[in-house]
């Protein structure tokens, strides 16, 4: 009867790290995707100063992000959204048409990272 008891104790710990873990990974997330969109709104005004100011501090975080979100995601998810902020930085200092593209992915590839790792029976099957 003990050993039942430890295990449906150790599981219960691992669904409650897992649901806990999904809550601070989606709150990191909108962390990161708001600093996206300041930066964003910066470049759009056409005040490229403050752009660079912007990301960065989105660089930054990206890097805290980056390396909390890669204990619990699949590394292929992550690497899409590095391509992207790695190019933010190039795109801004020389006024590029394609930053606003570059902008929209990596906001649709941080909130796939939430959404895939939401636990839904399509996930799982």
Do not use: H
């Not at 699949?74 to 992207?84: A, F, H, P």
């Amino acid at each position: 009867m003990g050993r039942i008891k430890v295990s449906l104790a150790i599981l219960v710990s691992i669904i409650i790290l897992c649901i806990c873990t999904i809550f601070v990974l989606d709150n990191k997330t909108d962390k990161v995707i708001e600093l996206l969109d300041e930066t964003k709104k910066y470049s759009d005004e056409g005040d490229t100063q403050k752009a660079l100011e912007s990301v960065k501090i989105l660089e930054k975080e990206w890097e805290q992000y980056q390396s909390f979100a890669s204990i619990f995601v699949r590394n292929d998810k992550i690497t899409s959204v590095q391509t992207s902020m790695s190019r933010l930085r190039p795109l801004i200092e020389n006024n590029n048409d394609e930053l606003n593209a570059e902008f929209e992915n990596a906001r649709s590839s941080l909130e796939w990272i939430v959404e895939s790792e939401i636990p839904r029976f399509s996930n799982i099957m």
